[in-house]
């Protein structure tokens, strides 16, 4: 007989706890962004360089939400125009709504909060980016609470969560805004998917790592810049939490809330071609997953 090996003395627990952390997936080993090398970064000043010009302007009122068609190529901007005010933000292929924005994987490859540079994925099986994050005014980091600026951790505000905890029906909701924001765009209510919280300032606790928000930093001038990877359908529901001051479901009092400003910009003609810029493609994994 073979002798036995002896059982390890180390606990796995203290394997885990004494082991440093690994990040899951690399940036660097991303495919890169199309275009030369400077294309990116001169993205961020195409506007005021003139090498892409306003094309459309539409405001979403408070406690609401609306949809618009960015071309890719085409820029656009989420604007803090009137007062402190937070976002929910879905986007879609229009050639295939089922290629839409997941927010899980964009966590997993960038970070729990998103800013200049990020990229917008979205879900299998296409897996490619949708957008890429060009500018963020705010810029905000992380606080000494861990907080930070524009999450894919948190959902939307929804009824369903809402009815669970008060036994209340209300529609005033980002989820319910959003949904009847994909009605008007053919689409239904399992359309609406999980958000990037544009301008929303959250983290996890220290003690329990439980989420949580705090008043949005968001200032009236500071926006939010996405380069349109594909041709894209994108809706956003001004929260009717406002700022977030007051956390979701307490009752002292209705937030104050404000308009946003959407900006589309078109580049000028032949600008990225000329920089070898083209619309990002679906994966290209076989789909067999071993299946034979």
Same mark, same amino acid.
């Given at each position: 007989?073979?002798?036995?090996?002896?059982?390890?003395?180390?606990?796995?627990?203290?394997? *885990?706890? /004494?082991?440093? &952390?690994?990040?899951?997936?690399?940036?660097?080993?991303?495919?890169?962004?199309?275009?030369?090398?400077?294309?990116? *970064?001169?993205?961020?000043?195409?506007?005021?360089?003139?090498?892409?010009?306003?094309?459309?302007?539409?405001?979403?009122?408070?406690?609401?939400?609306?949809?618009?068609?960015?071309?890719?190529?085409?820029?656009?901007?989420?604007?803090?125009?009137?007062?402190?005010?937070?976002?929910?933000?879905?986007?879609?292929?229009?050639?295939?709504?089922?290629?839409?924005?997941?927010?899980?994987?964009?966590?997993?490859?960038?970070?729990?909060?998103?800013?200049?540079?990020?990229?917008?994925? %979205?879900?299998?099986?296409?897996?490619?980016?949708?957008?890429?994050?060009?500018?963020?005014?705010?810029?905000?980091?992380?606080?000494?609470?861990?907080?930070?600026?524009?999450?894919?951790?948190? %959902?939307?505000?929804?009824?369903?969560?809402?009815?669970?905890?008060?036994?209340?029906?209300?529609?005033?909701?980002?989820?319910? /805004?959003?949904?009847? *924001?994909?009605?008007?765009?053919?689409?239904? @209510?399992?359309?609406?998917?999980?958000?990037?919280?544009?301008?929303?300032?959250?983290?996890?606790?220290?003690?329990?790592?439980?989420?949580?928000?705090? &008043?949005?930093?968001?200032?009236?001038?500071?926006?939010?810049?996405?380069?349109?990877?594909?041709?894209?359908?994108?809706?956003?529901?001004?929260? &009717?939490?406002?700022?977030? %001051?007051?956390?979701?479901?307490?009752?002292?009092?209705? &937030?104050?809330?404000?308009?946003?400003?959407?900006?589309?910009?078109?580049?000028?003609?032949?600008?990225?071609?000329?920089?070898?810029?083209?619309?990002? @493609?679906?994966?290209?994994?076989?789909? /067999?997953?071993?299946?034979?």
């Amino acid at each position: 007989m073979s002798q036995q090996s002896k059982p390890s003395s180390v606990s796995r627990r203290d394997i *885990a706890r /004494n082991a440093k &952390p690994m990040i899951c997936y690399r940036v660097e080993n991303l495919p890169p962004k199309r275009g030369d090398a400077g294309l990116y *970064a001169s993205l961020r000043t195409a506007v005021s360089g003139g090498n892409d010009s306003l094309v459309s302007t539409l405001v979403i009122p408070p406690r609401d939400a609306r949809s618009w068609q960015v071309p890719a190529g085409h820029l656009w901007r989420i604007v803090c125009s009137h007062g402190p005010q937070v976002a929910d933000m879905n986007c879609w292929s229009t050639r295939d709504p089922r290629d839409r924005f997941y927010a899980s994987k964009t966590r997993q490859i960038h970070a729990t909060h998103l800013t200049t540079g990020d990229r917008l994925w %979205s879900n299998m099986p296409y897996l490619r980016p949708l957008a890429t994050i060009v500018e963020d005014t705010i810029a905000y980091g992380f606080d000494d609470d861990g907080a930070g600026v524009h999450d894919v951790i948190g %959902s939307r505000c929804d009824p369903y969560t809402h009815h669970l905890m008060t036994g209340e029906d209300v529609d005033d909701c980002c989820h319910s /805004n959003l949904v009847r *924001a994909a009605a008007g765009d053919g689409l239904t @209510e399992g359309d609406v998917h999980d958000v990037l919280n544009v301008f929303m300032c959250t983290g996890f606790t220290r003690d329990g790592n439980r989420y949580f928000a705090k &008043p949005s930093p968001v200032e009236v001038g500071d926006y939010i810049e996405f380069f349109a990877e594909v041709d894209l359908l994108v809706s956003a529901s001004t929260c &009717p939490q406002g700022d977030v %001051s007051v956390a979701c479901g307490d009752v002292g009092g209705t &937030p104050k809330t404000y308009p946003l400003t959407v900006e589309i910009y078109r580049p000028k003609e032949g600008w990225l071609e000329g920089r070898g810029w083209s619309a990002s @493609e679906v994966s290209g994994y076989g789909g /067999n997953h071993g299946l034979g």
